[in-house]
């Protein structure tokens, strides 16, 4: 997904190379402290400890601490919005939106911290990925609910704000990953990942699904 030059201060690395390699070393560490310490509390020498090199190394790559959260921060929503993957008039809504919902499940359960990361920074009023929010988000958004639009249309999907709906799929799947302890605390498990999010993926898309009225094209004939 291309990101606007204000937002992507990133080096570019070849696929592959070790330079790329340990520039995902430095986005997992820093996306680690910053879910842990938020921006504020981050320090780049702690961020280069977890991962593995000096500062001065971890500086070839991020020029500073905001950029590095910056970067971050993209990552994570460019994984997000990646996640839903092919997704078009002509596909099957049950279908395909049974997958996203499930595909953004899983995100939350790989990635928690970054979940937890990106709450942190909406919460806060987005001061920093403000621009990806109104242009790359909005676009998204814009573009995908021309799809569920055409589905509405066709009477596969309830009549209900495209906006909206990711709204809801975004809050359902992501509450696993920023309110784990909540969660944890509710239901009194032992091993989150494994006693929660596979009952909690089966329950969110049935819910989802059933609420947002998704059909089958087969189903209905189509």
């Known amino acids: ?11 570019q690395f070849r696929s592959g190379s070790i330079g790329e ?25 702690e961020i280069a400890r977890h991962a593995g090199m000096s500062k001065p190394n971890l500086l070839y790559y991020y020029n500073n601490k905001t950029d590095l959260y910056r970067a971050v921060l993209v990552d994570v929503l460019s994984l997000w919005l990646d996640s839903i993957g ?3 008039v002509d596909a099957d809504p049950l279908e395909l939106m ?3 919902i499930a595909k953004k499940m899983e995100l ?4 928690p911290e970054a979940s937890r990361v990106i709450a942190t920074e909406i919460i806060s009023g987005s001061p920093v990925i403000e621009d990806f929010l109104r242009v790359q988000l909005y676009d998204w958004v814009a573009s995908k609910g021309r799809v569920l639009l055409q589905w509405q249309a066709e009477g596969l ?6 906006a909206h709906v990711f709204f809801m799929i975004w809050a359902s799947t992501q509450t696993y990953a920023d309110f784990e302890s909540q969660i944890s605390a509710v239901l009194r498990v032992d091993d989150y990942q494994t006693e929660v999010y596979d009952s909690a993926t089966s329950l969110v898309t049935e819910v989802l699904t059933r609420g947002l009225g998704l059909k089958s094209r087969n189903a209905v004939g189509h």
């Open 1 to 11: 997904m291309p990101l606007p030059t204000d937002v992507d201060r990133t080096k």
């Open 21 to 45: 390699k340990n520039q995902q070393k430095v986005l997992a560490a820093a996306t680690t402290v910053f879910s842990r310490k938020g921006f504020a509390g981050a320090r780049i020498e």
């Open 86 to 88: 092919e997704f078009h």
């Open 98 to 100: 049974t997958h996203y």
């Open 108 to 111: 939350s359960k790989l990635y």
């Open 157 to 162: 999907m309830a009549p209900i704000e495209p």
